[in-house]
T-cell receptor, first 115, second 112 residues
Framework: DQQVKQNSPSLSVQEGRISILNCDYT??????FLWYKKYPAEGPTFLIS?????DKNEDGRFTVFLNKSAKHLSLHIVPSQPGDSAVYFC??????????????FGKGTKLSVKP | DADVTQTPRNRITKTGKRIMLECSQT?????MYWYRQDPGLGLRLIYY???????NKGEISDGYSVSRQAQAKFSLSLESAIPNQTALYFC???????????FGPGTRLTVL
């Protein structure tokens, strides 16, 4: 059963516009959420995170929003740039049920930003 | 120099062969992880280690084994490779707090 879901395998956005990537989760015990970015032939790199005690975290062009009641988080990229084209993974952390704080990843969303 | 390195970067092997993938880190982190990525399936945890004497199975450990030779080194072995182990393999590290994991560049393994 998938605990972290990214229901959109791909997203295409025009340069300069907003990109919104979505992630849903099922486990209310998740206490920390992260977004990773992955370019082809490279490992994932950490982008931004948010604790479950917050509802927003911002870092430059990137903002993550957390809606705990809906078990939903989103990553906003404004303005989108061609260099943002990559696969974005949502991840969640839990210490519940012996998971020892390991991360659970979604399947990823491939973002394409067109010039 | 990269903080987390993986060798080899690419490997093609045959069914039944023993394969070892190696990971080294210079970040001084205690925790190390091995993940597998398949198309459309995201990253799945194979094994993880919180220190040299602590090894734990992840979500998909069957068919794999690991060795934590030192704080900085964590290797993944496929004792008898099979074609459905064809995938991208990533090593990652984190500090004791475990908030953020840092990934290596990956090893593309093909089992024929």
């Amino acid at each position: 059963d998938q605990q972290v879901k990214q229901n959109s395998p791909s997203l295409s956005v025009q340069e300069g516009r907003i990109s919104i990537l979505n992630c849903d989760y099922t486990n209310s015990m998740f206490d920390y959420f992260l977004w990773y970015k992955k370019y082809p032939a490279e490992g994932p790199t950490f982008l931004i995170s948010i604790s479950s005690i917050k509802d927003k975290n911002e870092d430059g062009r990137f903002t993550v929003f957390l809606n705990k009641s809906a078990k939903h988080l989103s990553l906003h990229i404004v303005p989108s740039q061609p260099g943002d084209s990559a696969v974005y993974f949502c991840a969640a952390r839990s210490y519940y049920g012996g998971s020892q704080g390991n991360l659970i990843f979604g399947k990823g969303t491939k973002l394409s930003v067109k010039p | 120099d990269a903080d987390v390195t993986q060798t080899p970067r690419n490997r093609i092997t045959k069914t039944g062969k023993r394969i070892m993938l190696e990971c080294s880190q210079t970040k001084g982190h205690d925790r190390m992880y091995w993940y597998r990525q398949d198309p459309g399936l995201g990253l799945r945890l194979i094994y993880y280690s919180f220190d040299v004497k602590d090894i734990n199975k992840g979500e998909i450990s069957d068919g794999y084994s690991v060795s934590r030779q030192a704080q900085a080194k964590f290797s993944l072995s496929l004792e008898s490779a099979i074609p459905n182990q064809t995938a991208l393999y990533f090593c990652a590290t984190s500090d004791l707090g475990g908030d953020t994991q840092y990934f290596g560049p990956g090893t593309r393994l093909t089992v024929l």
